[in-house]
C-alpha cells in the first residue's frame, strides 16, 4: 500500500517561505509523476507543480517564479520550495502520486499566510 505523508506546512507571514515534504512509502517516486495540489477554502482543488521521473516541471501561472518542485530519489521525498507567499496562498496542499494505474493523495497539509 503507497502511502503519502506531507509535511512541513504551518504560519507563515506574507512575503515568507515554506518548504513542504511528501515522504512515500510502499512504492518509489521514479514510478510516478508526483505533483502538490492546493485547495482553499471555498475553492477546488487546484494544481500547484507536477514533475515527472524524467525531472521535467510544469507549474500553475500563478506559481511560476515562486514555488519550485524537487525529488530526493534517496529519500523517497519530493518537495515544494514556496517563496513569496501571500495569503491568497492559503490553503491545503496536497501531495499526489500518479502513473497510468495507480493515483495516490496524502493527507494534507495547511499552509496559512498571514501576519
Known amino acids: 500500500q503507497v502511502q503519502l505523508v506531507e509535511s512541513g506546512g504551518g504560519l507563515v507571514q506574507p512575503g515568507g517561505s515554506l518548504r513542504l515534504s511528501c515522504t512515500v512509502s510502499?512504492?518509489?517516486?521514479?514510478?510516478?509523476?508526483m505533483g502538490w495540489y492546493r485547495q482553499a477554502p471555498g475553492k477546488q482543488r487546484e494544481l500547484v507543480a507536477t514533475?515527472?521521473?524524467?525531472?521535467?516541471?510544469n507549474y500553475a501561472n500563478s506559481m511560476k517564479g515562486r514555488f519550485a518542485i524537487s525529488r530526493d530519489y534517496a529519500k523517497n521525498t519530493v518537495y515544494l520550495e514556496m517563496n513569496s507567499l501571500n495569503p491568497e496562498d492559503t490553503a491545503v496542499y496536497y501531495c499526489?502520486?500518479?502513473?497510468?494505474?495507480?493515483?495516490?493523495w496524502g493527507q494534507g497539509t495547511q499552509v496559512t499566510v498571514s501576519s
Open positions: 514533475i515527472t521521473s524524467g525531472g521535467i516541471t
Open positions: 499526489n502520486a500518479f502513473n497510468s494505474q495507480l493515483d495516490y
Open positions: 510502499g512504492g518509489v517516486i521514479s514510478m510516478y509523476r
